[in-house]
């Protein structure tokens, strides 16, 4: 099996499949190949038998959507065929609760999760469970209370996400991996490591023209971004204050600035005019 990884994985997934950290943490942009990569991680530990699998997704259709092909796609490669009964001999595992469980011959069994159900996190003895797309998630300033307590005293854990913003609950769990604790380790890689995705960075090119430069940033670049949820993106002090022009010489002026318009309020001899600019304007 990992001749047969070494060539369908890139440089950085193979790198992470093999160490042995017990909980990784990746911060890698979008379209890097971190899903399909933990695919193969947790079928890794199916394949040890009777083990435990948690695949938990912000919702149920994000957990649908991302790993229900690509499972049984990577399955099919690894030689185990396709889904069945497990009543027919044939079979090597069989899907389960409307495609949310993966039963296996073998006595392992791979649950798909959401964050947004916390009356279905309930369980023990989990061996692995993967934590996907991570900023998305809800309460995720209790992941330690939720999923941690969930495993068995061997289990793993990997948390994988494109960064949202700075020093929030994912930023500091990869901190942890950055800090040499036993056991932990992180990883921070742009979308542009996937030299398996044919066509990936013309592709990343042409919708950066479309985009603000700090979405680029946040989900390609992968660069925990400090202008996320602001109505002004990019906005600095060096870059973007001008002197206003000249022709504001009146006695009194007021000037407000809010979602990138600048409301000027001009007090004349005989009146009061309020004047609506977009910020641009100065610039």
């Known amino acids: 099996m990992s001749l047969k990884l070494k060539s369908i994985l890139h440089d ?3 790198e992470v499949y093999n160490d042995p950290a017990r909980f990784k943490i990746l911060m890698w942009g979008r379209r890097s190949g971190k899903s399909y990569l933990v695919c193969h991680i947790i079928l890794k530990t199916v394949s040890e038998g009777n083990k435990i699998c948690w695949i938990v997704a912000p919702t149920a259709n994000d957990a649908d959507e991302i790993y229900t092909d690509t499972l049984q796609e990577i399955i099919r490669q690894y030689g185990w065929g396709e889904a069945g009964k497990l009543s027919n ?5 069989e899907i389960k609760d409307r495609g949310l469980l993966y039963q296996f011959r073998n006595g392992s069994k791979i649950y798909l999760k959401s964050s947004d159900r916390q009356d279905r ?5 989990i061996d692995i469970e993967i934590l996907d797309e991570f900023v998305a998630f809800e309460r995720k300033e209790k992941w330690s209370s939720i999923y941690l307590p969930l495993l068995n005293p061997n289990g793993k854990m990997v948390i994988i996400s494109t960064p949202a913003e700075s020093y929030d609950e994912f930023y500091r769990i990869w901190e942890m991996g950055q800090k040499g604790i036993s056991g932990w380790k992180s990883w921070k890689e742009t979308s542009f490591i996937n030299d398996k995705f044919p066509g990936l ?6 919708k950066m023209q ?5 979405q680029y940033k946040r989900e390609y670049l992968c660069e925990f971004g400090e202008t996320t949820n602001k109505c002004a993106h990019d906005f600095s002090e060096v870059n973007n204050i001008r002197n206003l022009p000249v022709i504001f010489k009146e006695r ?3 000037i407000g600035c809010d979602f990138n318009n600048v409301l000027v309020q001009r007090k004349m001899d005989t009146r009061v005019d ?4 977009n910020y641009t304007a100065f610039l």
């Not at 001999?89 to 595992?93: E, T, V």
């Not at 479309?210 to 700090?214: H, K, T």
């Not at 309020?274 to 600019?277: A, Q, T």
Request: glycine share 6%.
């Open 121 to 125: 996190l309930k369980g023990r003895g």
């Open 12 to 14: 950085k997934q193979y």
């Open 252 to 254: 009194e002026l007021r």
């Open 210 to 214: 479309f985009m603000p430069l700090a």
């Open 201 to 206: 960075k013309e592709d990343i090119k042409f």
């Open 89 to 93: 001999p044939k079979c090597n595992y």
């Open 274 to 277: 309020l004047v609506l600019y």
